[in-house]
């Protein structure tokens, strides 16, 4: 059974740095594309950021493009986002997921998501 959980999430001033990450089990974690998801309060969760299986390649959201980055570590079958210079639009739930490709989001690998992590950046 799939499961993925999210971690590092807390309260921060705008400006700040934060580092959440997640963790794998239950499938082969190296060969899928991850990516971090974010759902704030009222709204649909939106992509932020995808990682190529091997690191290579990675994508990201245009509102975080230049402040986060995406890392993964696939010996702990972890998944990182540095999240740099936050802004009080950045709150909300992070999860991360499996994908089918790293350039498409939209895909998942699997149904399930975690519990996620909350991000409250404050100004």
């Known amino acids: 059974q799939v499961h993925i959980t999210e971690f590092g999430g807390g309260l921060v001033q705008a400006g700040g740095s934060l580092r959440i990450f997640c963790t794998a089990s239950?499938?082969?974690?190296?060969?899928?594309?991850m990516g971090w998801f974010r759902q704030a309060p009222g709204k649909e969760r939106e992509f932020v950021a995808t990682?190529?299986?091997?690191?290579?390649?990675?994508y990201y959201a245009d509102s975080v493009k230049g402040r986060f980055t995406i890392s993964r570590d696939n010996a702990k079958n972890a998944v990182f986002l540095q999240m740099n210079s936050l802004k009080p639009e950045d709150t909300g739930v992070y999860y991360c997921?499996?994908?089918?490709?790293?350039?498409?989001?939209?895909?998942?690998?699997?149904?399930?998501w975690g519990q996620g992590t909350q991000v409250t950046v404050f100004s």
């Open positions: 239950g499938y082969t974690f190296s060969p899928y594309p």
């Open positions: 997921n499996a994908l089918k490709w790293a350039s498409d989001p939209e895909h998942r690998a699997f149904d399930s």
């Open positions: 990682i190529s299986w091997n690191s290579g390649s990675t």
